[in-house]
């Protein structure tokens, strides 16, 4: 079972939660930007929550379906179209052969997924199907126009479902507040400094794209310094000396040498991920501990829950 | 002095500045971690005085994590397994026609292009970090004389395999790329493939072997 690109829009990779154990070769980590919506179109179709996916930015989206197959659209709010009718998102979508799924251009949000039964088949490189664009290696930088998309389940008896309301995200808050573990050069920065990032907006900027995202806001002063090259994690946030903030999404390089007052946990960086040039966002320190309940409970939900039989209810097994 | 940095990866700092014992100390942790790692471990990233280390969340938790850091810090002390560092010989075509930079290196250093040729390739230099780009490797120091900095515009396209100098760093640009290092040569070794990975290693020793650009055609195998 497959679908059929007609159009990708601005970009379109396979991404899975990325790779492990090839940073330390100079290889950016990649993964689903945001893995809140991408588990949750995972799990509209029970793959494995790890199952690589679509991941569509911006929508401007189409593709036809070549078979029977039932797939799963998540994230960002575009209107979606099946051979022209409007659909919901956030849930299960039946198509049938030659049905055109049209993914409009997106109203709130950045990143839509694209979930496939079984999930996407493809070409694994560095043991994922992720696609880093910046890395250059053929035939896995994205996908375009023309492109067949093959799915691992021959699974037709998908039921409908939908994501429960309180479940979804809507990307549309006026400040979105992101979780910010202090660590790395967290000691050394000026102390009024840590107040400006924490206590001003910071509004994200055209420079956003998935190696990291520019903030614009107010600059921390005393930010001209630098320090050797260190390991960096996905969602560390890089202080530069303009004072502005860059927040390192899932194709960063390994290590740099800008200070960083801490990083972003990997659930915020998928909100921060969804943000729009001109969206605001504000930054608030947390501890590990919460960091760490806030992260296994989702993670563990995504395993260890099943739908209930009206496809709009889950429980804990 | 370790410090967890998010919720799956902690950073071991052993140093504040660059000191050319720590890439083998680094090396040997990684090793020792590799060795017990199994199943929690994720990712190591060493570069010149730190160790990043990445676990699986769902298996252990920074705590445990963090003791068997601490013990494989210790344990480093007394590696004997080790040894001398790997050494790499890489063999560069230095010329002004595979380093555009090299006549600026040499008026930078007040020096013969000869000279230097001479002084690049008579150090022998350490793997500080990996990273910037697949299989990209930092090696140092080179010589105080030839040491130059980043070049104010950074090349749009930098050829895979060119020998380049920043500040007392050097490296081998493993793919094409952008970048703002001065081109001094051109080597026929490939330092990184998707199949081998990289092939440098930190706290690997590097030295670099001058050949003629016949030689350099030959070992490219007339592909570049």
Same mark, same amino acid.
């Given at each position: 079972?497959?679908?059929?690109?007609?159009?990708?829009?601005?970009?379109?990779?396979?991404?899975? =939660?990325?790779?492990?154990?090839?940073?330390?070769?100079?290889?950016?980590?990649? %993964?689903?930007?945001?893995?809140?919506?991408?588990?949750?179109?995972?799990?509209?179709?029970?793959?494995?929550?790890?199952?690589?996916?679509?991941?569509?930015?911006?929508?401007?989206?189409?593709?036809?379906?070549?078979?029977?197959?039932?797939?799963?659209?998540?994230?960002?709010?575009?209107?979606?179209?099946?051979?022209?009718?409007? &659909?919901? %998102?956030?849930?299960?979508?039946?198509?049938?052969?030659?049905?055109?799924?049209?993914? %409009?251009?997106?109203?709130?949000?950045?990143?839509?997924?694209?979930?496939?039964?079984?999930?996407?088949?493809? =070409?694994?490189?560095?043991?994922?199907?992720?696609?880093?664009?910046?890395?250059?290696?053929?035939?896995?930088? %994205?996908?375009?126009?023309?492109?067949?998309?093959?799915?691992?389940?021959?699974? =037709?008896?998908?039921?409908?479902?939908?994501?429960?309301?309180?479940? +979804?995200?809507?990307?549309?808050?006026?400040?979105?507040? &992101?979780?910010?573990?202090?660590?790395?050069?967290?000691?050394?920065?000026?102390?009024?400094?840590?107040?400006?990032?924490?206590?001003?907006?910071?509004?994200?900027?055209?420079?956003?794209?998935?190696?990291?995202?520019?903030?614009?806001?107010?600059?921390?002063?005393?930010?001209?310094? #630098?320090?050797?090259?260190?390991?960096?994690?996905?969602?560390?946030?890089?202080?530069?000396?303009?004072?502005?903030?860059?927040?390192?999404?899932?194709?960063? #390089?390994?290590?740099?040498?800008?200070?960083?007052?801490?990083?972003?946990?990997?659930?915020?960086?998928?909100?921060?991920? #969804?943000?729009? =040039?001109?969206?605001?966002?504000?930054?608030?320190?947390?501890?590990?501990?919460?960091?760490?309940?806030?992260?296994?409970?989702?993670?563990?939900?995504?395993?260890?829950?099943?739908?209930?039989?009206?496809?709009?209810?889950? +429980?804990?097994? | 002095?370790?410090?967890?940095?998010?919720?799956?990866?902690?950073?071991?700092?052993?140093?504040?500045?660059?000191?050319?014992?720590?890439?083998?100390?680094?090396?040997?942790?990684?090793?020792?971690?590799?060795?017990?790692?199994?199943?929690?471990?994720?990712?190591?990233?060493?570069?010149?005085?730190?160790?990043?280390?990445?676990?699986?969340?769902?298996?252990?938790?920074?705590?445990? /994590?963090?003791?068997? /850091?601490?013990?494989?810090?210790?344990?480093?002390?007394?590696?004997?397994?080790?040894?001398?560092?790997?050494?790499?010989?890489?063999?560069?075509?230095?010329?002004?026609?595979?380093?555009?930079?090299?006549?600026?290196?040499?008026?930078?250093?007040? *020096?013969?292009?000869?000279? /230097? *040729?001479?002084?690049?390739?008579?150090?022998?230099?350490?793997?500080?970090?990996?990273?910037?780009?697949?299989?990209?490797?930092?090696?140092?120091?080179?010589?105080?004389? *030839?040491?130059?900095?980043?070049?104010?515009?950074?090349?749009?396209?930098?050829?895979?395999?060119?020998?380049?100098?920043?500040?007392?760093?050097?490296?081998?640009?493993?793919?094409?790329?952008?970048?703002?290092?001065?081109?001094?040569?051109?080597?026929?070794?490939?330092?990184?493939?998707?199949?081998?990975?990289?092939?440098?290693?930190?706290?690997?020793? /590097?030295?670099?072997?001058?050949?003629?650009?016949?030689?350099?055609?030959?070992?490219?195998?007339?592909?570049?």
């Amino acid at each position: 079972m497959s679908l059929h690109i007609l159009d990708a829009g601005l970009s379109c990779t396979v991404q899975d =939660p990325g790779r492990r154990g090839y940073r330390r070769h100079g290889l950016a980590s990649g %993964g689903a930007a945001d893995l809140h919506a991408f588990r949750w179109a995972n799990k509209l179709l029970d793959n494995n929550p790890g199952a690589a996916c679509l991941e569509i930015v911006m929508g401007g989206f189409r593709a036809v379906a070549r078979h029977h197959i039932t797939v799963a659209v998540t994230g960002a709010d575009a209107s979606l179209k099946v051979n022209g009718r409007p &659909l919901a %998102g956030w849930s299960t979508i039946k198509l049938k052969p030659d049905d055109e799924l049209e993914i %409009g251009m997106s109203r709130a949000g950045r990143l839509i997924y694209l979930a496939l039964p079984g999930g996407v088949d493809g =070409p694994e490189l560095f043991g994922s199907q992720s696609m880093v664009a910046r890395e250059q290696f053929s035939d896995h930088a %994205g996908l375009e126009a023309g492109a067949e998309v093959a799915c691992l389940s021959e699974e =037709p008896a998908i039921p409908r479902r939908a994501v429960p309301d309180s479940h +979804r995200r809507h990307y549309r808050e006026d400040v979105c507040e &992101l979780d910010l573990l202090p660590g790395y050069q967290y000691r050394e920065f000026d102390r009024y400094d840590l107040l400006r990032l924490t206590h001003s907006n910071y509004r994200v900027t055209q420079h956003s794209d998935r190696m990291g995202y520019r903030l614009s806001g107010p600059a921390l002063e005393k930010a001209d310094w #630098q320090i050797l090259s260190e390991g960096m994690v996905v969602g560390a946030v890089q202080i530069p000396g303009d004072g502005q903030p860059i927040v390192l999404m899932p194709d960063c #390089q390994t290590i740099g040498g800008y200070p960083k007052p801490g990083a972003l946990s990997r659930q915020d960086l998928g909100r921060l991920a #969804q943000r729009l =040039p001109g969206d605001s966002i504000r930054f608030r320190f947390t501890s590990p501990e919460d960091m760490q309940r806030k992260h296994l409970l989702s993670e563990l939900f995504f395993r260890h829950t099943r739908w209930e039989a009206n496809g709009c209810d889950l +429980r804990w097994r | 002095m370790i410090e967890q940095v998010s919720v799956d990866s902690l950073v071991l700092r052993l140093a504040d500045s660059i000191d050319s014992a720590l890439p083998a100390r680094l090396a040997s942790i990684c090793d020792l971690l590799e060795v017990n790692g199994d199943h929690w471990l994720v990712d190591l990233v060493p570069s010149y005085t730190t160790l990043l280390v990445t676990w699986d969340p769902l298996i252990t938790d920074y705590q445990a /994590v963090r003791d068997r /850091v601490l013990d494989c810090l210790s344990k480093s002390d007394s590696d004997t397994t080790r040894g001398a560092a790997r050494l790499h010989r890489i063999p560069v075509w230095y010329s002004t026609n595979s380093g555009p930079d090299l006549e600026a290196v040499a008026r930078h250093a007040g *020096i013969t292009i000869d000279e /230097v *040729i001479r002084i690049h390739s008579e150090t022998r230099y350490l793997v500080y970090a990996l990273g910037f780009a697949p299989g990209f490797a930092f090696l140092g120091e080179t010589d105080e004389r *030839i040491a130059m900095p980043r070049k104010q515009t950074p090349r749009a396209r930098v050829p895979a395999g060119s020998v380049a100098i920043a500040n007392r760093q050097t490296a081998i640009y493993p793919l094409e790329s952008p970048g703002g290092w001065q081109l001094i040569g051109l080597s026929p070794v490939r330092l990184f493939n998707p199949q081998n990975l990289s092939l440098l290693k930190t706290g690997d020793a /590097v030295q670099f072997c001058p050949v003629t650009e016949a030689e350099y055609r030959e070992m490219a195998g007339g592909t570049s």
